[in-house]
């Protein structure tokens, strides 16, 4: 059974990094069929999903035309988890991260990190 | 861009069936998933590929893809069964998805 831990900070200030990281267990990062993403929720604009990474004899990172001028999503094969960079947040960053297993549908998730941006 | 447009809320009595749509252009085109949420919980996958359920979920969710909407049934809702919904899909290399309904047990 696949289960993802999430870490990171919950408040973070406009116009910095946020950071978090997911843990997998029950499966590796570097898996041949599997993908691994970061999604958010917000009252605002609902559930969105930040991109992906995969490996497929190389690592692909897919990121939404909407955020690829500010966000990273990197694999770290040492320790079996990948993490989420947003660079420049702003108070419309806030929101519910999650990150999710899978290529084609989400599943599982992340226990989720409510984020906070705010001085 | 694509928009995935699901009705707020849905009412049904225990014990009746449930049905969830789901609306979008040639949405039969496209592979549909389904979530469940519960308050402050995590999303759970409830239906992948327009019509599978994964390993676990109770064989009164089923679903359906075809035109321009897809729709989530549950037959003999309970009221564990109280959540919100969301539809997903593919579209322009992103993932869409609708926002929500409310399914109320009442």
């Known amino acids: 059974q696949v289960k993802l831990q999430q870490s990171g900070p919950g408040l973070v200030k406009p116009s910095q990094t946020l950071s978090l990281t997911c843990a997998i267990s029950g499966d590796s990062v570097s898996s041949n069929s599997a993908a691994w993403n970061w999604l958010r929720q917000s009252p605002s604009r609902g559930l969105e999903w930040l991109g992906r990474t995969y490996y497929r004899s190389k690592w692909y990172s897919d990121y939404p035309v909407s955020l690829r001028s500010r966000i990273t999503i990197n694999p770290d094969t040492s320790k079996n988890q990948f993490s989420l960079q947003l660079n420049s947040v702003t108070p419309e960053d806030t929101a519910v991260y999650y990150c999710?297993?899978?290529?084609?549908?989400?599943?599982?998730w992340g226990q989720g990190t409510l984020v906070t941006v705010s001085s | 861009s694509y928009e995935l447009t699901q009705s707020p809320s849905v009412s049904v009595s225990p014990g009746q069936t449930a049905s969830i749509t789901c609306s979008g252009d040639n949405l039969g085109d496209k592979y549909i998933c389904w979530y469940q949420q519960k308050p402050g919980q995590s999303p759970v996958l409830v239906i992948y590929q327009d019509n599978k359920r994964p390993s676990g979920i109770p064989e009164r969710f089923s679903g359906s893809n075809s035109g321009n909407s897809a729709t989530l049934t549950i037959s003999g809702t309970q009221a564990l069964d109280e959540a919100d919904y969301y539809c997903?899909?593919?579209?322009?290399?992103?993932?869409?998805f609708g926002g929500g309904t409310k399914l109320t047990v009442l």
């Open positions: 997903q899909a593919w579209d322009s290399s992103t993932w869409v």
């Open positions: 999710a297993g899978g290529l084609n549908w989400f599943d599982p």
